[in-house]
């Protein structure tokens, strides 16, 4: 429905009515008398022209001035048509570009099949567009906990679309919260301002927020390479796990194909029942094969090509060395019994020796020493061996490491840096202890796990749980609380935490780093000794030096498939190399079902978001204002038709007959 926001401008058309009443109105002739009129026909003839108030004769000058002048007022008037858009005079865009925005179920620019982020760019572009010329917008791409401000309340619409224009999809999941807690301090301080979310709803925004929720995408067929991983059977031989999982909520069919170091090994037909999964298991992998990558065939009935596919790297484990000192732990030493290399990546080679029995150590002198792990259970030595350590419970100080200063009973735990490889695939969630000590740690270590003494006063001092750091280029890692005295063993999350601490102080136990990681997750890498420097080279062949040191953590890696880490010795020899895969796994982000609607909760409410911005108008004065100047040029062409003609005839002879 049309709508006029300026409608006083209507006004102006009583300006019509003179218009025409000048040529309606001539000037008056005299009278003369003549003896005949036969020479005078063109005299009278004018003469009549200039009578007033005769009938209005065709006058093309006078249609084009009423045009144009009909053009201007409905160009002041300022015409408009509902639309989606912005109502307020300030907007923050937040834009969802994590990993499910890459599907490929929307309607691109050219009418093609294009993806969910490319929809969402073309409708934050048509809000920029259509919002008045004096508001102010602010653009946020967000994905994986990470808020990039493109741009900060601009009144240039230019710089506004070329910020959107240049967001990509990234690998990353689909968590906003940090963008959405920044684009409310920004319009905390803007009276007249909104948020206005563009995804497709699989998130979960944080308590209370005012976001507004634009939906995209529309369907939910998406089939992943869900899980992919390989065991040692018998006879030497390997044999390979694939998982298959379909997302969507019709039924489907692909055809599995497996590939040992770049040849085809295997092909299998799998029947995907609905929001189901099916396993598969191929055997004989030989035993000498480096890399393995499954992949499901390209199918219309999948939106989502990042999940089809994916790499493994086949490198035996070797067992870490462990001595565990203890005057017995039952619990202990069953999980690190467990620690076969088969299922967990994680081998061990576990020598038990009582406190009274421990010799000291020679000091470190080769790499292999990255493979050595001291485990002290509820005792300290006097002088620690070298190698990496792990200590639990310990009964005293350690000069350097750290100090004992009292112990609480039932400290409540929660996880403080859940990016850290020691709580992988790990919940700690209602996990009880009697008793702990209470630690306190130098630089060197970073707190994992804390506890609370007052379970209902979580505002109270933390108590660290577990810590773990380097310092004088070996590792060492804390657990605070003695097994006993907590229910911890006995949860599922006991024997995979030994894993990720064997696996964190025993680099060597399975690799300098794991065979396959996710997109986005943290990558710490600790050169062997005797190690000057490695080169990282990505999948597409870029390189990234990598200096020795203490550690260092590598940027995000964003692109899916198989790296490479080359050593260089000092003598510039060529070394050796890892290889490892980045996969897509993310049963979030694979399941693609678009959400309409977001709820909203906040800490005494719970609204609904509709996917339906607030009430805004496409104006078009634009346009109308530049039909009305081309009927003014139009107008004084024909005024000046004669100039015109003059002017046209001089161009075409200076074109066409000089040239």
Request: proline share 10%; charged share 15%.
């Given at each position: 429905?049309?709508?006029?926001?300026?409608?006083?401008?209507?006004?102006?058309?009583?300006?019509?009515?003179?218009?025409?009443?000048?040529?309606?109105?001539?000037?008056?002739?005299?009278?003369?008398?003549?003896?005949?009129?036969?020479?005078?026909?063109?005299?009278?003839?004018?003469?009549?022209?200039?009578?007033?108030?005769?009938?209005?004769?065709?006058?093309?000058?006078?249609?084009?001035?009423?045009?144009?002048?009909?053009?201007?007022?409905?160009?002041?008037?300022?015409?408009?048509?509902?639309?989606?858009?912005?109502?307020?005079?300030s907007v923050v865009l937040v834009i969802d570009r994590s990993a499910s925005m890459a599907a490929t179920d929307e309607v691109g620019p050219l009418g093609?099949?294009?993806?969910?982020?490319?929809?969402?760019?073309?409708?934050?572009?048509?809000?920029?567009?259509?919002?008045?010329?004096?508001?102010?917008?602010?653009?946020?791409?967000?994905?994986?906990?990470?808020?990039?401000?493109?741009?900060?309340?601009?009144?240039?619409?230019?710089?506004?679309?070329?910020?959107?224009?240049?967001?990509?999809?990234?690998?990353?999941?689909?968590?906003?919260?940090?963008?959405?807690?920044?684009?409310?301090?920004?319009?905390?301080?803007?009276?007249?301002?909104?948020?206005?979310?563009?995804?497709?709803?699989?998130?979960?925004?944080?308590?209370?927020?005012?976001?507004?929720?634009?939906?995209?995408?529309?369907?939910?067929?998406?089939?992943?390479?869900?899980?992919?991983?390989?065991?040692?059977?018998?006879?030497?031989?390997?044999?390979?796990?694939?998982?298959?999982?379909?997302?969507?909520?019709?039924?489907?069919?692909?055809?599995?194909?497996?590939?040992?170091?770049?040849?085809?090994?295997?092909?299998?037909?799998?029947?995907?029942?609905?929001?189901?999964?099916?396993?598969?298991?191929?055997?004989?992998?030989?035993?000498?094969?480096?890399?393995?990558?499954?992949?499901?065939?390209?199918?219309?009935?999948?939106?989502?090509?990042?999940?089809?596919?994916?790499?493994?790297?086949?490198?035996?484990?070797?067992?870490?060395?462990?001595?565990?000192?203890?005057?017995?732990?039952?619990?202990?030493?069953?999980?690190?019994?467990?620690?076969?290399?088969?299922?967990?990546?994680?081998?061990?080679?576990?020598?038990?020796?009582?406190?009274?029995?421990?010799l000291p150590d020679q000091a470190a002198t080769s790499p292999d020493d990255l493979k050595s792990v001291h485990i002290f259970d509820r005792t300290v030595?006097?002088?620690?061996?070298?190698?990496?350590?792990?200590?639990?419970?310990?009964?005293?100080?350690?000069?350097?490491?750290?100090?004992?200063?009292?112990?609480?009973?039932?400290?409540?735990?929660?996880?403080?840096?859940?990016?850290?490889?020691?709580?992988?695939?790990?919940?700690?969630?209602?996990t009880q202890i009697l008793a702990t000590q209470v630690i306190s740690a130098g630089s060197w270590a970073r707190t994992v796990v804390v506890g609370y003494?007052?379970?209902?006063?979580?505002?109270?001092?933390?108590?660290?749980?577990?810590?773990?750091?380097?310092?004088?280029?070996?590792?060492?890692?804390?657990?605070?609380?003695?097994?006993?005295?907590?229910?911890?063993?006995?949860?599922?999350?006991?024997?995979?935490?030994?894993?990720?601490?064997?696996?964190?102080?025993?680099?060597?136990?399975?690799?300098?780093?794991?065979?396959?990681?996710?997109?986005?997750?943290?990558?710490?890498?600790?050169?062997?000794?005797?190690?000057?420097?490695?080169?990282?080279?990505?999948?597409?062949?870029?390189?990234?030096?990598?200096?020795?040191?203490?550690?260092?953590?590598?940027?995000?890696?964003?692109?899916?498939?198989?790296?490479?880490?080359?050593?260089?010795?000092?003598?510039?020899?060529?070394?050796?190399?890892?290889?490892?895969?980045?996969?897509?796994?993310?049963?979030?982000?694979?399941?693609?079902?678009?959400?309409?609607?977001?709820?909203?909760?906040?800490?005494?409410?719970?609204?609904?978001?509709?996917?339906?911005?607030?009430?805004?108008?496409?104006?078009?004065?634009?346009?109308?204002?530049?039909?009305?100047?081309?009927?003014?040029?139009?107008?004084?062409?024909?005024?000046?038709?004669?100039?015109?003609?003059?002017?046209?005839?001089?161009?075409?002879?200076?074109?066409?007959?000089?040239?």
């Open positions: 429905m049309m709508t006029f926001l300026s409608p006083l401008a209507f006004a102006l058309l009583a300006l019509i009515p003179p218009i025409i009443a000048l040529y309606l109105l001539k000037l008056r002739r005299q009278d003369y008398e003549v003896s005949s009129v036969y020479l005078w026909q063109r005299f009278v003839r004018d003469v009549e022209a200039n009578a007033p108030w005769q009938r209005l004769r065709r006058n093309l000058l006078l249609l084009l001035q009423v045009l144009f002048l009909l053009l201007l007022i409905l160009a002041l008037v300022r015409p408009a048509t509902p639309t989606e858009g912005v109502a307020g005079q093609q099949p294009g993806s969910r982020l490319e929809a969402a760019k073309q409708a934050a572009a048509e809000m920029v567009t259509n919002l008045p010329e004096t508001a102010r917008v602010t653009v946020i791409a967000a994905a994986g906990g990470q808020a990039d401000l493109l741009t900060s309340a601009t009144q240039d619409p230019r710089q506004a679309l070329s910020a959107i224009d240049s967001i990509q999809p990234t690998l990353l999941n689909s968590d906003l919260d940090p963008a959405l807690t920044l684009a409310e301090a920004i319009v905390a301080r803007e009276p007249n301002a909104e948020i206005i979310m563009l995804s497709d709803g699989a998130i979960t925004p944080p308590p209370g927020s005012s976001a507004r929720l634009v939906s995209f995408g529309k369907l939910d067929a998406n089939q992943a390479i869900s899980t992919l991983s390989i065991s040692p059977v018998a006879d030497g031989q390997l044999a390979l796990f694939v998982q298959a999982s379909n997302y969507g909520s019709a039924a489907a069919q692909r055809r599995l194909i497996v590939e040992v170091d770049g040849a085809p090994f295997a092909a299998v037909d799998l029947d995907l029942p609905p929001a189901g999964h099916v396993e598969q298991v191929i055997e004989a992998i030989p035993p000498e094969a480096e890399t393995v990558e499954a992949y499901l065939q390209p199918s219309d009935e999948d939106v989502l090509p990042w999940d089809d596919r994916a790499r493994l790297v086949v490198r035996p484990v070797e067992p870490a060395r462990v001595t565990v000192v203890t005057n017995g732990n039952f619990f202990l030493q069953t999980a690190l019994s467990l620690l076969d290399g088969r299922r967990v990546g994680v081998a061990v080679e576990t020598t038990t020796v009582a406190p009274a029995n421990l030595p006097e002088t620690l061996p070298p190698g990496n350590l792990l200590l639990i419970a310990p009964p005293q100080s350690v000069a350097g490491l750290f100090d004992i200063t009292g112990q609480i009973d039932n400290p409540a735990l929660e996880v403080v840096q859940p990016d850290h490889p020691l709580v992988d695939n790990i919940s700690l969630a209602d003494p007052d379970p209902a006063q979580p505002d109270s001092r933390p108590i660290p749980l577990l810590l773990a750091g380097e310092i004088d280029g070996r590792r060492i890692a804390i657990l605070a609380f003695d097994l006993h005295q907590s229910d911890l063993p006995l949860r599922p999350a006991f024997p995979i935490l030994m894993a990720n601490l064997i696996r964190y102080l025993a680099p060597g136990a399975g690799g300098v780093i794991p065979a396959q990681i996710a997109p986005g997750q943290p990558l710490a890498i600790t050169l062997p000794a005797g190690v000057a420097r490695a080169r990282l080279i990505y999948p597409n062949g870029a390189v990234q030096a990598i200096e020795a040191g203490a550690g260092q953590t590598l940027p995000v890696l964003s692109q899916l498939g198989l790296y490479t880490l080359e050593f260089e010795p000092p003598d510039n020899q060529p070394g050796d190399q890892v290889r490892f895969a980045v996969n897509f796994f993310d049963p979030v982000e694979s399941a693609i079902m678009p959400q309409p609607d977001l709820a909203l909760t906040g800490r005494n409410r719970e609204q609904t978001a509709q996917a339906a911005l607030p009430p805004a108008y496409r104006e078009w004065w634009r346009l109308l204002a530049a039909g009305a100047l081309l009927l003014l040029v139009a107008e004084w062409l024909v005024y000046r038709r004669s100039v015109a003609i003059r002017w046209w005839s001089g161009l075409k002879y200076r074109i066409f007959v000089r040239s």
